[in-house]
């Protein structure tokens, strides 16, 4: 007899009972296993009670606080210090808005979420990253408001901000320190001040004075300092005012070199599926 070139012990002979009990076990004993340990692992799941849902892993406040504002006052104001944000008297629109950093013609919804208004108190937990910050207020939506939304890709009417002809008109100033842009309004005169603002963030504040979305297509990089005064009478128009205030399009030409180049631009539209009047309880 041929060799196979391995070494086998062999086995002792042996009669038709213990063959045929030596093939009953081989056929049972694969799959008597799985049953019993499916059977087992079942046993364990009773035994441990339900098993436990998927983590949360959403941003989130350490705690909240919302509460219905019915003082009729037209005032509002927001305070991120101190490791905790303050939205005073905020529309729940408003709210919305900042928990996806939208404009208000990108979010669309129920009419009534611009008249009711809430006072929110939240403490942000230790080390919070800055970009977190809004997605904690969405889930604070979600979870109190049980907000829903789904996105709608559109290409709309807008602005593209470009440089115009006689070129950029402002120095890049040190990106260090503290940065932001404060508005205030005096009777027919919007004044518009920024500290260490990007062209980005330039085009972010524009969109919102027209109530209309604008890119920023300059392809200037850095930030500035500067201060842009111009008419509200109508913000969509390159005319001045009776008393030779200059509109948005001819103030930000003649302080940045900037112009507002009509076009259709494509936006991110936010559409709210579902969303609560009244919060759930604090």
């Known amino acids: 007899m041929k060799s196979s070139g391995r070494f086998e012990k062999e ?22 296993l799985p049953i019993a340990v499916v059977f087992s692992g079942a046993i364990a799941a009773l035994v441990a009670g339900r098993p436990a849902q998927a983590q949360d892993t959403r941003p989130a406040y350490e705690v909240a606080s919302i509460k219905p504002n019915e003082s009729g006052s037209g005032s509002s104001r927001t305070d991120g210090s101190k490791g905790q944000v303050v939205f005073i008297n905020q529309t729940l629109k408003r709210l919305i808005e900042r928990a996806y950093a939208a404009k208000p013609f990108q979010v669309t919804g129920p009419g009534w979420m611009a008249d009711v208004r809430f006072d929110v108190v939240a403490k942000y937990p230790a080390n919070t990253n800055k970009n977190d910050r ?21 290409d709309i009417p807008g602005y593209a901000l470009v440089v115009a002809k006689g070129g950029f008109k402002l120095k890049p100033v040190e990106p260090n320190g503290s940065s932001g842009t404060t508005s205030g309004n005096s009777g027919r005169v919007r004044t518009l001040s920024a500290k260490k603002s990007s062209m980005a963030a330039l085009a972010d504040d524009v969109a919102r004075s027209l109530g209309q979305m604008v890119v920023d297509k300059t392809g200037i990089e850095g930030v500035y300092d500067f201060e842009l005064r111009f008419t509200t009478d109508d913000l969509s128009s390159n005319a001045s005012d009776m008393d030779g205030f200059p509109s948005l399009f001819t103030a930000l030409m003649d302080t940045l070199g900037l112009r507002l180049q009509p076009e259709k631009v494509p936006v991110d539209i936010i559409v709210i599926d579902h969303l609560e009047r009244i919060p759930t309880d604090n």
């Open 134 to 154: 809004p997605l904690m207020l969405r889930t604070l939506l979600e979870d109190r408001f049980k907000l829903a939304v789904h996105h709608e890709a559109k």
């Open 11 to 32: 086995s002792p002979k042996r009669g038709p009972l213990e063959i045929r009990l030596k093939i009953m076990q081989r056929t049972w004993l694969p799959t008597a």
